[in-house]
């Protein structure tokens, strides 16, 4: 079954860092794209990137770059968004994705992220 | 403001039809392809439709799509109350060296 598992809820005060995760099973990790996706509180899904586990390419949506960072470790078939300072406004659910056909097919289960 | 145009919310009632559009620009909807995802209370969003209008394994076929020009919408037939919540559009842009946009989401209610 491909599966993506993300790590869970977290609170932070800000100017705190953080590291989540998304963890990957049923499929080649390093062949598809995995996506971020966020979601504050009562607003609607907002892209911030998407990275190429096989080479670690990646792109980040304006709003995001410089703010967050993406990675991965191929060893465990994880995908990662950290934060060095966060701020209240970084508060939502922040979903991971896998791209399949040009469409995000299969999604995590979300990390709720509360900053205050 | 999301650059791919949708109605905050539409409704209907059990066994009705309803369509949600998305309205973009040549370089998202005009020359790439459009992706529905649902978003239903308490759950990840699920991917609806890819590629204008093909349905992963799994969807109902109460669910449609269609794309023309700068425009797609999206259609939901035979309305169940479980279909109540959030659809959004999606979009590569060219203009955004390929970067994705969402719609801004269009509420479902079913009466």
């Known amino acids: 079954e491909v599966q993506l598992v993300q790590s869970g809820a977290e609170v932070k005060k800000p100017g705190e860092s953080l590291k989540i995760f998304c963890r990957a099973s049923?499929?080649?990790?390093?062949?598809?794209?995995i996506g971020w996706v966020r979601q504050r509180p009562g607003k609607g899904l907002e892209w911030m990137g998407i990275?190429?586990?096989?080479?670690?390419?990646?792109k980040y949506s304006p709003p995001f770059q410089g703010h967050v960072t993406m990675s991965v470790d191929k060893s465990s078939s994880t995908a990662y968004l950290q934060w060095s300072s966060l701020k209240a406004s970084d508060t939502a659910i922040y979903y991971c994705?896998?791209?399949?056909?040009?469409?995000?097919?299969?999604w995590g289960q979300g990390t709720m992220i509360s900053v205050s | 403001q999301s650059v791919l145009t949708q109605p905050p919310s539409v409704s209907g009632t059990p066994g009705q039809r309803v369509t949600i559009s998305c309205s973009g620009s040549?370089?998202?909807?005009?020359?790439?392809?459009v992706n529905w995802y649902q978003h239903l209370p308490e759950t990840a969003p699920k991917l609806l439709i890819f590629?204008?209008?093909l349905r992963p394994s799994g969807v109902p076929d109460r669910f449609s799509a269609s794309k023309s020009g700068t425009s797609a919408s999206l259609a939901i037939s035979g309305l169940q109350s479980e279909d109540e919540g959030d659809y959004y559009c999606?979009?590569?842009?060219?203009?955004?060296?390929?970067?994705?946009?969402f719609g801004g989401g269009t509420k479902l209610t079913v009466l």
């Open positions: 994705a896998k791209r399949t056909s040009g469409a995000f097919e299969i």
């Open positions: 999606a979009a590569w842009d060219d203009n955004l060296d390929g970067l994705i946009l």
């Open positions: 049923g499929y080649s990790f390093i062949s598809h794209w």
């Open positions: 990275i190429f586990p096989g080479d670690s390419d990646t």
């Open positions: 040549h370089s998202n909807i005009g020359i790439n392809t």
């Open positions: 590629k204008d209008s």
